[in-house]
């Protein structure tokens, strides 16, 4: 199970934690930061950054708990930073006896490894033969060693943490089957534990501070609740002191003088990464590293939000003051005589977890494509996380980075951004225009034509003639009250219902249907055909209103007095009209005729008149 997991219902990706990350150990997914668990050196200080709690490192509290459950005897090893975290309980025998309800039957101080180790760090300086060591107090510097520089192996000092230590003189002391509880503000101690699985340095469960806390509230310990009790032995001589940069060498007789020291001693992460990487490349520095990643462990991400530093290292220098008051010299030195030959020795290995170094021309292409091609275009101002804008193209050729990490290029793209928002809302302006005078002219059109189609219904109910419309189904689209009387009372009864005969099938209303049919299939208009309906006789003539989709059909009945009178009328017209036509034409023919006999006839007469005239001469 990875230390450190995302809830990614919380995370806003802020990059906040991409920014502190000295192992670039996160990875930025499509709407959440993601810990890339191979690399993570379980600083947790990505934990301590994120307002949002979107981050946070595996729990310890069940396991804790079922320890305490367990029959074998349970051993409670205590940071000594925990002056500086509880200060809000006055006196630390009451803290003890707080820790001793929860369950636990030993409650030691991690201060006396520290001592231990103190003059084992002693030797190592004494005994100098030209290398130069970098503490492993750390667990997190011990991760960041062994992933990344892996040319400073050698050089870590080759000691357990204190806590591993104090595991196994609690172990010599107490039996070597007790379960062991860490109480730590350090959150790296939970992947260091596990190395020292099945030997006396194990230690079974780490709890951090912010943990222990919510223990004593789930069980409702306070200091008013419980007897006060002291720490068991052995008790620590200026072990105490290790929280606090320099601490771990106070506790030596060391001297650490500016002019005389050949120890550096920092913390912080930015003093953290630096010193690593110039003790690495600078040969000037001819020191040994004494390294905290955070702040001094008072400052660890194992404690509560909000401690204030100084405030927490005043506690903790005032506890040991306190403490060395009543001190038992010789009792301290039994122990550390007693165990003066205890092996704290470790190895370190390489954790190959380096990733490739991208190509110049890969660099280059990601640096075109955000705009920065230029070194003046570089701004290098580390918002996304990373030094310069060149280890973020490495980052992003390697995958744990994107684009959108960049201000200035997301600046550059939501500003082409926003101005083609621009372009398109100036076109939606005016398509929002247009179809508003769209709009007014159809809802003008709409209304004419409203008005034209009742306009058109009027004078259909005032025409005396049947008149219906039909689709290409034979459906009704609209009929007058003529066209319902000529059908008959079961038509007249349905319009009452349905107004118009509006979709009745035409084919169960009349049996001339065909002819509208006829029409809509060939789009030739059938006029004045006569046909029986029943005892009726209709005169019907059927025209195309939509080719093929719509007709119209006008149907008189002939038997009406008025149409009859008006038909008898219109048909005389037409017998009248006929006559005169064959008259005319007859006239004409005769007058042809006429014409044509009287030029013979002339022609007769002239040539006998001729005739004659010859005759008389002879």
Do not use: C
């Given at each position: 199970m990875p230390l450190i997991k995302t809830d990614q219902n919380k995370c806003n990706l802020s990059y906040t934690c991409i920014r502190v990350c000295p192992a670039k150990a996160i990875k930025i997914e499509k709407d959440h930061a993601e810990i890339l668990p191979s690399r993570c050196i379980s600083c947790g200080n990505c934990v301590s950054v994120c307002s949002q709690n979107a981050l946070t490192y595996k729990n310890s509290e069940e396991k804790t708990l079922a320890i305490l459950k367990n029959k074998s005897k349970s051993i409670a090893i205590c940071d000594p930073a925990i002056s500086g975290e509880f200060d809000d309980i006055l006196d630390y025998r009451n803290f003890v006896g707080m820790i001793k309800a929860l369950g636990f039957d030993y409650v030691v101080e991690s201060a006396f490894g520290v001592d231990l180790l103190a003059a084992k760090y002693k030797e190592l300086i004494t005994d100098f033969h030209g290398k130069y060591y970098i503490s492993s107090k750390c667990p997190a510097t011990i991760n960041q060693i062994e992933n990344f520089h892996h040319e400073l192996i050698d050089n870590l000092a080759p000691l357990v943490t204190p806590s591993i230590a104090m595991a196994k003189v609690s172990r010599h002391l107490y039996g070597n089957d007790s379960n062991i509880v860490l109480l730590t503000p350090c959150v790296a101690a939970k992947t260091d534990i596990p190395k020292f699985k099945g030997t006396d340095g194990e230690i079974n469960e780490v709890l951090s501070f912010s943990e222990l806390r919510n223990l004593f509230k789930e069980k409702e310990i306070t200091e008013t609740s419980v007897e006060h009790s002291e720490f068991d032995p052995p008790i620590s001589k200026l072990g105490g002191l290790f929280p606090i940069s320099h601490g771990l060498f106070q506790a030596t007789d060391i001297n650490l003088g500016l002019l005389d020291c050949e120890i550096l001693s920092t913390d912080g992460r930015n003093n953290f990464i630096q010193s690593i990487n110039e003790f690495q490349n600078d040969s000037s520095i001819n020191k040994h590293l004494d390294l905290f990643y955070c702040e001094g462990c008072i400052m660890g991400p194992g404690s509560s939000k909000g401690g204030r530093k100084f405030s927490r290292r005043s506690k903790v220098i005032q506890y040991v003051k306190k403490r060395l008051r009543k001190f038992d010299n010789n009792k301290w030195a039994e122990y550390m005589l007693m165990f003066k030959e205890l092996d704290l020795s470790r190895n370190f290995k390489v954790q190959n977890v380096i990733l490739k170094t991208p190509s110049e021309n890969q660099i280059q292409e990601v640096l075109v494509e955000m705009g920065k091609e230029n070194s003046s275009n570089q701004l290098d101002c580390k918002s996304c996380g990373y030094e310069t804008c060149i280890k973020f193209a490495e980052a992003k050729i390697q995958g744990l980075s994107k684009y959108e990490m960049c201000p200035s290029y997301t600046i550059k793209k939501l500003n082409n951004?926003?101005?083609?928002?621009?372009?398109?809302?100036?076109?939606?302006?005016?398509?929002?225009?247009?179809?508003?005078?769209?709009?007014?002219?159809?809802?003008?059109?709409?209304?004419?034509?409203?008005?034209?189609?009742?306009?058109?219904?009027?004078?259909?109910?005032?025409?005396?003639?049947?008149?219906?419309?039909?689709?290409?189904?034979?459906?009704?689209?609209?009929?007058?009250?003529?066209?319902?009387?000529?059908?008959?009372?079961?038509?007249?009864?349905?319009?009452?219902?349905?107004?118009?005969?509006?979709?009745?099938?035409?084919?169960?209303?009349?049996?001339?249907?065909?002819?509208?049919?006829?029409?809509?299939?060939?789009?030739?208009?059938?006029?004045?055909?006569?046909?029986?309906?029943?005892?009726?006789?209709?005169?019907?003539?059927?025209?195309?209103?939509?080719?093929?989709?719509?007709?119209?059909?006008?149907?008189?009945?002939?038997?009406?007095?008025?149409?009859?009178?008006?038909?008898?009328?219109?048909?005389?017209?037409?017998?009248?009209?006929?006559?005169?036509?064959?008259?005319?034409?007859?006239?004409?023919?005769?007058?042809?005729?006429?014409?044509?006999?009287?030029?013979?006839?002339?022609?007769?007469?002239?040539?006998?008149?001729?005739?004659?005239?010859?005759?008389?001469?002879?």
């Open positions: 951004s926003n101005l083609k928002l621009e372009k398109i809302n100036k076109q939606l302006s005016e398509t929002k225009s247009a179809l508003k005078k769209s709009e007014k002219e159809a809802k003008r059109e709409r209304e004419i034509a409203q008005e034209a189609s009742e306009t058109v219904s009027a004078m259909l109910q005032k025409l005396p003639s049947g008149v219906v419309i039909v689709d290409k189904n034979l459906k009704i689209i609209e009929s007058n009250k003529s066209f319902v009387k000529l059908l008959g009372e079961e038509a007249i009864m349905l319009n009452d219902i349905i107004p118009g005969l509006v979709d009745a099938d035409l084919t169960k209303l009349i049996s001339f249907h065909k002819i509208f049919s006829t029409v809509i299939l060939n789009g030739e208009d059938i006029l004045n055909k006569d046909i029986n309906f029943g005892s009726k006789l209709f005169n019907v003539s059927v025209f195309t209103i939509k080719k093929n989709e719509v007709v119209g059909g006008i149907i008189r009945d002939l038997y009406a007095p008025e149409v009859r009178k008006e038909e008898v009328i219109g048909r005389a017209r037409a017998v009248i009209k006929e006559n005169l036509q064959t008259v005319q034409q007859i006239a004409f023919l005769l007058g042809e005729s006429a014409s044509k006999t009287e030029k013979i006839l002339n022609s007769i007469i002239q040539s006998h008149s001729v005739e004659d005239k010859h005759n008389d001469e002879q």
